[in-house]
């Protein structure tokens, strides 16, 4: 597969991103905690943080894409309430196979030329879902 026009996969502006996890350590003892898995490519990632998405942390084994997507949710999580990222998430499974627009999350559209390798699809969505899942079990249920 290649990458759309003008977009490589591991741009420098997309492995910049994965610096950016430094300033989200995880904290296990967070109100809220949950997990996504990638079966397509084996990635994880753990999320913990507070109502309202704050005091983010992440705990991130991922290529450079789930580590980009990652930090991009990082960025623009907080202040959200479940129905939005419940709303996002669909939005992003659609665009990610081409049934849907672009979604409506600031820097999403960095992750663009991933869009061309399906492999790397379970990668991207594994914040989204991991917050899906934080939000599903609740506080009470660590």
Request: proline content about 7%; hydrophobic content about 45%; glycine content about 8%.
């Amino acid at each position: 597969m290649t990458s759309r026009p003008g977009g490589a996969l591991y741009s420098p502006a997309l492995l910049g991103l994965a610096v950016e996890l430094a300033e989200y350590p995880f904290n296990k003892d967070a109100s809220l905690f949950g997990e996504a898995h990638s079966r397509s490519c084996g990635s994880t990632l753990a999320v913990s943080f507070e109502p309202g998405f704050s005091d983010l942390g992440l705990r991130v084994t991922a290529c450079a894409v789930g580590q980009a997507s990652a930090a991009i949710f990082a960025r623009h999580a907080a202040g959200r309430d479940p129905a939005e990222i419940a709303e996002v998430t669909a939005a992003i499974e659609a665009w990610l196979s081409a049934e849907g627009p672009q979604p409506d999350w600031p820097d999403i559209a960095m992750l663009e030329a991933a869009r061309d390798y399906p492999a790397r699809h379970g990668a991207i969505l594994l914040p989204w879902k991991a917050a899906l899942d934080a939000l599903s079990k609740g506080a009470a249920d660590r």
